[in-house]
């Protein structure tokens, strides 16, 4: 991998990680709909900044319908999940938890869109969620209700991104990526508006939060999804959809030392082992096949 794409990689992994971090600050003050639907609409401002001031032009030629039902399924609905998980995870928990998205990917090729399930990848889904189970059981929050409403929070989430991945290839194509992300962005902001709406109204936060709060929101919305998009979408383009999807490994052990430095979370051999164990998943899964041998006479 050259350099320059290397340093993109380390740069998109701390992006990501960092986002957990930012829900955990939000979440527990503005509540679940609220940090979801605000988190997606400024990122979808920040990326109409971003196209208006590219070459990329406003043609979805034929396709923003599309990308809008796209958002829904790759933003609107995980960005929920991941709030609600925000409220009871530490950040580091969720990272980990979102490194299973490629073995997600995998279950759901095999299941709905006929893609082969090889033995490696097979037993790349029996590591990953065994490691899940042992995160959630040996790290240092306790194993009750609590922990298992946030675990099945990140899993809800990485198996929309695991549907979103098949169907982005169908329904979008070769659509400029940044057009691509920002109808993503309007999906999924038109999807929470009516229940952001409902929710300050029946049930507004206690507090709207201080410029703590507004500063992580501005961070997680325009860093960590709308520059986060154009960071991978670049990678894609110049490394290929298996070594970029690579940056899964490094995103935990982000969110966890963010956690662990700026939020003051413990860290235990729970998330070694755990990690360790989601690690190997996702080498079974992304390792490219062997080429077949030539037969020789």
């Known amino acids: 991998m050259p350099a320059i794409a290397l340093a993109r990689l380390f740069m998109l ?56 039902l796209l958002g829904m399924i790759n933003s609107g609905i995980p960005a929920t999940f991941y709030a609600v998980a925000a409220q009871v995870l530490p950040a580091g928990y969720s990272a980990i938890f979102n490194a299973t998205t490629p073995l997600m990917g995998v279950l759901i090729g095999a299941l709905f869109f006929q893609e082969a399930m090889t033995p490696a990848k097979l037993c790349g889904i029996v590591l990953g969620l065994l490691g899940v189970g042992v995160l959630s059981g040996a790290g240092p929050v306790a194993l009750d209700a609590t922990l298992l409403q946030g675990a099945l929070a990140c899993l809800a989430a990485t198996t929309c991104y695991g549907f979103a991945g098949y169907l982005a290839r169908r329904w979008v194509g070769a659509l400029d990526s940044r057009l691509s992300a920002l109808g993503s962005m309007l999906g999924a902001t038109l999807l929470l508006t009516p229940a952001f709406v409902w929710s300050v109204a029946t049930q507004p936060p206690a507090s709207w939060g201080g410029w703590q709060v507004w500063g992580s929101l501005l961070g997680l919305g325009l860093l960590c999804t709308a520059f986060a998009y154009v960071l991978y979408f670049r990678l894609l383009g110049e490394v290929g959809p298996v070594k970029a999807s690579t940056v899964t490994f490094l995103i935990p052990v982000f969110g966890v030392l963010w956690g662990a430095w700026l939020l003051d979370e413990p860290l235990s051999l729970g998330h070694l082992y755990g990690g360790v164990l989601i690690a190997i998943a996702l080498w079974l899964v992304l390792r490219p096949a062997r080429a077949k041998r030539m037969a020789t006479l």
């Open 13 to 68: 992994a701390a992006v990501w990680g960092a986002s957990f971090l930012f829900m955990r600050i939000i979440a527990p003050e503005l509540g679940t709909v609220p940090t979801a639907f605000l988190r997606v609409s400024i990122a979808g401002l920040g990326l109409i900044a971003i196209v208006a001031a590219s070459s990329a032009g406003w043609n979805f030629q034929g396709k923003l319908k599309a990308c809008l």
